[in-house]
C-alpha cells in the first residue's frame, strides 16, 4: 500500500481507487490537488458523488471530513457540478496527465 493512507479521512478502499486511477502516493495527490484527482477517480469509472469529493479537499487541508459546512460547502458543491458536467472532469484529468508527462499521442493508442 501507498502513503495515502497516512492523509486524514483516506482509508483502504479511497487509497486502492486513486492508485488504481493513477495517483500512486501523497505526494502525487497533493501536487495534483482534489479536483485533478477526483476527475482521475470519475475518469478511472469511479461514479461521481459529492461526499468523497468534499472529503478529499477536507483530507488535502488536514480537517476532519465533516468540517465542510454552510458557504464553503456551497462553493465545493459548484464545483463538483462543473467538474461532472460537460466535460470539466476530462479538461482535469488530461491537465493531470500532462503534468506527469504523459504525452496525449500516448494516450490515444489502444
Not at 486511477?21 to 470519475?42: E, K, Q
Request: charged letters at 20%; proline letters at 6%; hydrophobic letters at 45%.
Amino acid at each position: 500500500m501507498s502513503d495515502l493512507t497516512s492523509i486524514r479521512n483516506i482509508g483502504p478502499a479511497t487509497a486502492r481507487g486513486l492508485i488504481a486511477a493513477g495517483v500512486p502516493d501523497a505526494a502525487s495527490l497533493r501536487a495534483m490537488g482534489a479536483d485533478a484527482a477526483y476527475a482521475a477517480l470519475i475518469a478511472h469509472g469511479t461514479r461521481p458523488h459529492f461526499v468523497p469529493y468534499y472529503v478529499l479537499h477536507m483530507a488535502l487541508q488536514g480537517r476532519p471530513w465533516n468540517d465542510c459546512k454552510g458557504a464553503e460547502k456551497d462553493a465545493l458543491r459548484a464545483r463538483f457540478d462543473a467538474l461532472v458536467a460537460g466535460g470539466a472532469g476530462d479538461r482535469a484529468i488530461e491537465a493531470a496527465l500532462d503534468e506527469i508527462g504523459l504525452p496525449a499521442r500516448a494516450r490515444l493508442q489502444p
